[in-house]
């Protein structure tokens, strides 16, 4: 069993739509979670980390973490055609050394 | 100005050569990765320096074998390249050996081997 499960995909919404992202994991260890986005052929940039259960809100993204659930999402609200990525979760724990990554859920954005 | 930035961004080669990617930061960050993505989006960790000393060598075969001549830059070189090495390879840094405020990741290099 993997340590971090994401909701597959791919997902496809019209412009405007709110999206939810999600990822479980199973190592109570981790502690710190973040949300990559990877646009076709470029890098995974980092988008938001939290840090503990609770929301965290940065523009139109919102970045929510249940420990008890051992569950995270990701928000977006009024998506745009630019929103249209790869996103990852990735999570660690102090000392890791290494962030263990979900395998991404595509979304596609449609004008 | 580029962050972190891999050359070469492609590379396409025939099974059993020898190949090089180079990684350089320029963010004064000390822990430089190497990680792996399948052609299903998933990022396994191959290799971390911190500051020139390896970490993290995460039961990866023996012909790959990463290299820090200083803490900006993390090169890997891959020997007897097979065809199950075809993936995307990103380089990535981060403050101090923590990542409790994630990565900043290169542009990635697309090895295929033919």
């Known amino acids: ?111 | 100005d580029t962050a972190v930035s891999q050359t070469p961004k492609y590379l396409v080669t025939q099974m059993g050569n020898d190949k090089s990617i180079k990684c350089e930061q320029n963010l004064g960050h000390d822990t430089m990765y190497w990680y792996k993505q399948d052609s299903k989006k998933f990022l396994k960790i191959m290799f971390s320096y911190n500051n020139k000393e390896l970490i993290i060598n995460e039961t990866v075969p023996n012909r790959f074998s990463p290299k820090s001549p200083d803490k900006a830059h993390l090169n890997l070189h891959i020997n007897s390249l097979e065809l199950g090495d075809s993936a995307v390879y990103f380089c990535a840094s981060s403050p101090g050996g923590d990542t409790h405020y994630g990565y900043t990741f290169g542009s990635g290099t697309r090895l295929t081997v033919v």
């Not at chain 1, 999206?19 to 109570?28: H, M």
């Not at chain 1, 990559?36 to 929301?55: C, I, V």
């Not at chain 1, 990735?90 to 004008?111: C, E, H, Q, R, Y």
Request: aromatic content about 12%; glycine content about 8%.
């Open chain 1, 1 to 111: 069993q993997k340590e971090v499960e994401q909701d597959p995909g791919p997902l496809s919404v019209p412009e405007g739509a709110i999206v939810s992202l999600n990822c479980t994991y199973s190592n109570s260890a981790f502690q710190y979670f973040m949300w990559y986005r990877q646009y076709s052929r470029k890098g995974p940039e980092l988008l938001m980390y939290t840090y503990s259960s609770g929301n965290k809100e940065d523009g139109r993204f919102t970045a929510q973490v249940d420990k008890s659930s051992k569950y995270i999402s990701l928000f977006i609200r009024d998506s745009q055609p630019s929103d249209s990525a790869t996103y990852l979760c990735a999570m660690t724990n102090t000392n890791a050394g290494k962030s263990t990554f979900g395998d991404g859920t595509t979304l596609t954005v449609k004008p």
